[in-house]
């Protein structure tokens, strides 16, 4: 008894072609990693902000500032988002905050916690496919979507 499946010889009548499976919008920054984001920046403020009423801020926020950029720029670019020379907009935010960062008395501000916050909402803009505009159009009808 032969226990060998023969193979099927015949020609196909049609091409077999893929069919298109619908692209899926798939979010960078979700809402939660958003907010967690925000939520350590505001953390990394509020220890500057201590370290600069002791009168450490010169060093330690210095310090602070530079572990929060390495830790900052890893956790975006795990999440594919880049705030180098070639995204001006991010770039020049995060050049601008930690900028003030580094400067001892206004390092008290919530820098980071507008830096960050303002990177996760043009990223999640650009991800929804809306512009600068249309999103500034919402904030001035009260439409504002985070």
């Given at each position: 008894?032969?226990?060998?499946?023969?193979?099927?010889?015949?020609?196909?009548?049609?091409?077999?072609?893929?069919?298109?499976?619908?692209?899926?919008?798939?979010?960078?920054?979700?809402?939660?990693?958003?907010?967690?984001?925000?939520?350590?920046?505001?953390?990394?403020?509020?220890?500057?902000?201590?370290?600069?009423?002791?009168?450490?801020?010169?060093?330690?926020?210095?310090?602070?500032?530079?572990?929060?950029?390495?830790g900052?720029?890893?956790?975006?670019?795990?999440?594919?988002?880049?705030?180098?020379?070639?995204?001006?907009?991010?770039?020049?935010?995060m050049?601008?905050?930690?900028?003030?960062e580094?400067?001892?008395?206004?390092?008290?501000?919530?820098?980071?916690?507008?830096?960050?916050?303002?990177?996760?909402w043009?990223?999640?803009?650009?991800?929804?496919?809306?512009?600068?505009?249309?999103?500034?159009?919402?904030?001035?009808?009260?439409?504002?979507?985070?």
């Amino acid at each position: 008894m032969d226990n060998t499946i023969s193979q099927n010889k015949t020609a196909l009548r049609r091409p077999i072609r893929p069919t298109p499976q619908p692209e899926e919008k798939k979010e960078r920054i979700s809402k939660i990693t958003g907010y967690s984001m925000m939520i350590v920046a505001g953390c990394i403020d509020l220890l500057q902000a201590g370290l600069t009423a002791i009168g450490i801020g010169l060093i330690g926020g210095s310090l602070l500032t530079l572990c929060s950029v390495i830790g900052f720029y890893i956790w975006f670019q795990i999440h594919g988002v880049s705030w180098s020379p070639q995204n001006p907009k991010k770039f020049l935010t995060m050049l601008g905050g930690n900028t003030l960062e580094l400067i001892p008395a206004v390092n008290a501000l919530p820098a980071w916690l507008a830096m960050i916050g303002t990177v996760v909402w043009m990223t999640r803009n650009e991800d929804r496919g809306s512009g600068i505009m249309k999103t500034a159009t919402g904030a001035l009808t009260g439409k504002l979507k985070f």
